[in-house]
């Protein structure tokens, strides 16, 4: 478990570098202004209409993930090409969504894109998956249910 924590550590440090870039910034700050970000409280409610919405790559899906009744992986570099075929095909354009990613900006980039593309009803989660686990909550994984605690 020490080693799982170890390592989102050091892939949250490598991010913070990403934030450098005052565009990529700047990009992020427009995305939030139209996505309305919840907190993990709200989840804890989730109903099973909703679908999370996983923007990590696949290897930190495989870390483990946030579980609910509708998972979807889609990372945010084939958003665009996969959303229409995992999401709207299956669930429709109204369905209620939540991105999530590791920190939460890849996931509020995720929903603004998912709303540029016609999606009416996304949210993302404030601080992501690092968030989620803070709040002494767990991730499941292929090793079972891990935390941070």
Request: glycine residues 6%; hydrophobic residues 40%.
């Amino acid at each position: 478990m020490r080693n799982l924590n170890t390592k989102l550590e050091e892939y949250a440090k490598r991010c913070d570098e990403v934030f450098l870039s005052e565009h990529l910034k700047a990009v992020i700050e427009e995305a939030n202004t139209h996505v309305i970000n919840i907190d993990v409280e709200e989840l804890y409610d989730i109903s099973k209409d909703i679908i999370l919405i996983d923007v990590r790559e696949p290897e930190e899906f495989s870390s483990g993930y946030i579980n609910a009744h509708t998972v979807l992986t889609i990372p945010r570099g084939k958003l665009e090409f996969m959303a229409i075929e995992k999401v709207a095909k299956q669930f429709g354009q109204d369905a209620q969504i939540i991105t999530y990613c590791l920190k939460g900006p890849r996931g509020a980039l995720a929903a603004y894109q998912l709303q540029k593309l016609g999606f009416t009803n996304v949210k993302n989660l404030n601080g992501g998956i690092l968030n989620w686990l803070s709040k002494g909550n767990t991730i499941h994984s292929y090793l079972g249910e891990l935390s941070l605690a």
